[in-house]
């Protein structure tokens, strides 16, 4: 070998005492070249901060980060914070040495040794660049550190000015700051994932305790964050946060910063996180929904003078809407109503196996929305917008707009009720066909394609009947029809069709479920709210939005349609699954689209409006016959049972004085008389002024056989009998 260097060294000589010249050329070019690139890499850098293209890092002396604004529950617990970064600020003394040491391990293992930059990693970028390549990482935690205090100035542009800037501004930082200082002002600053920045409250938010009370798994979770915080949400993610977990932990043990035997008991240990409503993570779509108002009102103070925001949410209910609503579409998808069609939830979260969120309103699985409020405030005590905020962040509950179907034919028999039509007026189920703008016809159908004829009012409603209600509002008139829907809350566009009448105008199903407030209060709807009040830091209140409620309906209108709607819950579409298994008193409405798009169900009891939809983020048939009765209403069950099995059964809705009530035949809505058969006779309500006064001529004493199974006493051949003729005789009668 050494034999070898001597006959290299004789070459060299050789080749130099040959060609002189050559050789002297070669050296000079080299140092030219050398010079050359030292001298464009010092002007570089001395000018890459040249007219305040750096920030002083003299602020880091007094940094604080911004306040965030929090929010309570109406009883007073904490719900979530609001700001642009949420963070909670820790001392360097109070974060434990394997927290520090994780991050060191995973993110600058020579943080104690470098003066701000990465040389090497540096070299490496300008390299890259010079050859056309994209560049590297390699930034130190001084240079992050920089990069995320000073955004304005360091942007994440990948390019050699933004990677020399961030360099000499860690540099400087360096030469102001300890290591302590600056891994202290790191830790606090850095973003973890889940709307959290730094390890404090990233802490809290995943496991639940303070950074101080981590074991070595959890601080591994923590610094396996920085590279991708998404990619690795542990919430999300576990198996791939689990592996992740034990690189970092191997990382230690490599380091010596824990022992083997520490670090193989940390890699087998089970990731545990906290539950949400411990981690501040609850009720998602409701946090993003006031934070909207609150941005409106306030603008940037929200986010950084440390507001707190007192709303109305209760977080029993909402965890009950939440458990409602999931299991029944977990439910749908499983089977349990038919063969359900569309790819699961479960199936899409593993096949996306950590892609990026669908985002938006475009998701594939079957959707749902729930909201509770008070009537008589109109303070929302659950939301749910979806089913999984971190997937997407549309709130289908104040932001879709979905065609209510039936649940929007209360609205038309309000109306009915408010023109002086009681519960027996008889209204016609028979076919009907409308022409349209464009020449054709218009031909709807019941649900269950059949047609029934006459029938009373109550009876069209609690049993859905399109045809009739299409009949009952075309004789109000759709413009009619639509200021009632006003007067409801209703504010999207509808359009004076046939079609309106049975739910084709979309809404936003936040204002259809308020619109059920204006029955259960007895008249006065009450608009959705969320936020009770706003103080500063000490205590000032800075805002106290004034609940709005309007007179809708009397007293004893509003009477009307509750017990009408009672009918819907004790013998019509929601018997099954809401009167069979929630006993107190409760009125509600049931409601499909005729292409099976949308389900709903409505309800009330006379101290909560609840609300559920469910279907698809693009509109299709859920499944073979779904019914907003079987498939919606069976969550608004759940819910209510759940609620009340806490504060006890709520009381029934007093009759106003001004009712009075009437015997009638349900055939004709006249008074009875003594050959009316038993069958066809029901005790009826009636605003007073209302009532029928003429007694019912379809019925004599040749004439009182049993109703036939539509309601109808004739008999065929019967003698004619004299009086006035039907529709003269029965104010209530529609015209044919």
């Known amino acids: 070998m050494a034999q070898r260097r001597r006959r290299a060294a004789a070459g060299r000589a050789t080749f130099t005492k040959r ?201 591994a979770t923590l610094a396996a964050l920085p590279k991708a915080p998404e990619r690795y949400n542990p919430r999300r993610y576990p198996d791939r946060a689990i592996q992740r977990r034990n690189t970092v932990i191997e990382l230690m043990r490599r380091g010596a910063i824990v022992s083997d035997a520490d670090a193989s008991l940390a890699k087998a240990y089970p990731l545990r996180l906290a539950p949400r409503a411990e981690a501040g993570d609850v009720a998602p779509y409701f946090v993003e929904w006031v934070r909207q108002q609150l941005d409106a009102h306030f603008g940037r103070r929200l986010y950084e003078q440390g507001l707190k925001v007192y709303t109305t949410i209760d977080l029993d209910m909402q965890s009950a809407a939440e458990r409602a609503l999931e299991g029944q579409l977990k439910a749908i998808e499983g089977g349990k109503y038919g063969k359900y069609p569309h790819p ?130 075309q004789s109000l008139g759709e413009r009619d029809v639509i200021a009632m829907a006003r007067r409801f809350g209703i504010s999207t566009p509808i359009p004076a069709y046939p079609s309106i009448h049975i739910g084709a105008a979309d809404v936003y199903p936040i204002e259809m479920i308020a619109a059920y407030t204006a029955f259960a209060s007895l008249g006065t709807r009450a608009a959705p709210y969320a936020i009770v009040r706003v103080e500063n830091a000490g205590g000032e209140v800075l805002w106290q939005p004034a609940p709005s409620r309007t007179a809708t309906l009397s007293p004893e209108e509003a009477w009307l349609m509750v017990d009408m709607m009672k009918d819907v819950v004790r013998r019509g579409t929601a018997a099954g699954s809401v009167g069979a298994q929630f006993a107190a008193p409760a009125g ?22 609840a609300g559920v939809w469910m279907g698809m983020d693009r509109p299709r048939k859920i499944k073979a016959n779904a019914q907003g009765g079987v498939l919606a209403a069976p969550a608004w069950t759940t819910f209510m049972r759940e609620v009340y099995r806490r504060r006890g059964a709520p009381g029934d809705w007093r009759r106003p004085d001004n009712i009075i009530v009437r015997t009638v035949d349900r055939t004709n809505g006249l008074v009875e ?41 004739a008999v065929p051949g019967a003698p004619p009998q004299p009086g006035l003729p039907r529709d003269t005789a029965n104010p209530f009668r529609l015209p044919p």
């Not at 040389?119 to 390299?127: E, Y």
């Open 588 to 609: 509600g409405k049931t409601g499909t689209t005729n292409d099976g798009a949308d389900v709903w169900y409505i309800g009330y009891t006379s101290e909560l409006v």
């Open 673 to 713: 008389n003594a050959y009316c058969p038993r069958d066809v006779v029901d005790t009826e309500y009636y605003v007073a002024g209302t009532e029928p006064l003429e007694s019912c001529q379809d019925h004599n004493e040749y004439n009182s056989f049993p109703a036939d199974s539509l309601g109808n006493a």
């Open 19 to 219: 060609h002189p010249k050559l050789v002297r050329s070669l050296l000079l070019g080299t140092v030219f070249t050398v010079a050359a690139v030292l001298g464009g890499a010092y002007g570089a850098w001395s000018l890459v901060c040249r007219g305040g293209g750096c920030p002083a890092v003299s602020v880091l002396d007094d940094y604080t980060p911004r306040q965030t604004s929090k929010l309570y529950a109406a009883d007073g617990r904490f719900i979530s914070e609001l700001g642009l970064e949420r963070r909670t600020l820790v001392g360097i003394e109070d974060i434990p040495a394997v927290v520090r040491g994780a991050f060191v391990i995973t993110e600058d293992r020579r943080f104690y040794s470098h003066a701000g930059v990465d040389f090497i990693g540096l070299a490496g970028a300008v390299k890259d660049r010079l050859a056309g390549d994209r560049l590297r990482g390699a930034s130190t935690i001084t240079q992050q550190l920089a990069r995320n205090v000073f955004p304005e100035r360091i942007s994440r542009e990948r390019s050699l000015v933004r990677k020399l800037r961030e360099a000499k501004v860690a540099r400087q930082i360096e030469e102001r700051y300890g290591k302590d200082k600056i891994l202290e002002l790191y830790l606090n600053q850095i973003s973890l994932g889940n709307g959290a920045f730094g390890v404090e409250t990233a802490s809290q938010r995943y496991f639940g305790k303070s950074v101080r009370d981590l074991n070595i798994a959890e601080a």
């Open 344 to 473: 699961t939830y479960e199936q899409y979260t593993a096949g996306r196996a950590g892609g990026e969120p669908a985002g938006g309103a475009n998701t594939p699985y079957l959707q749902g929305a729930f909201v509770a409020m008070e009537p008589r405030t109109g303070a929302v005590r659950a939301l749910v917008g979806g089913r999984d905020f971190d997937d997407s962040k549309f709130n289908r509950a104040t932001q879709a707009l979905r065609q209510p179907g039936s649940t929007f034919k209360p609205i038309v028999y309000a109306d009915a009720v408010r023109n002086g039509r009681p519960p027996s007026f008889i209204v016609d189920d028979s076919p009907i066909s409308l022409p349209q703008d464009n020449g054709s016809l218009w031909t709807p159908q019941n649900y269950d394609g059949q047609f029934q004829g006459t029938m009373p009012m109550r009876r069209a409603l609690y049993q859905s009947r399109n045809l009739a209600t299409i009949r009952l509002g």
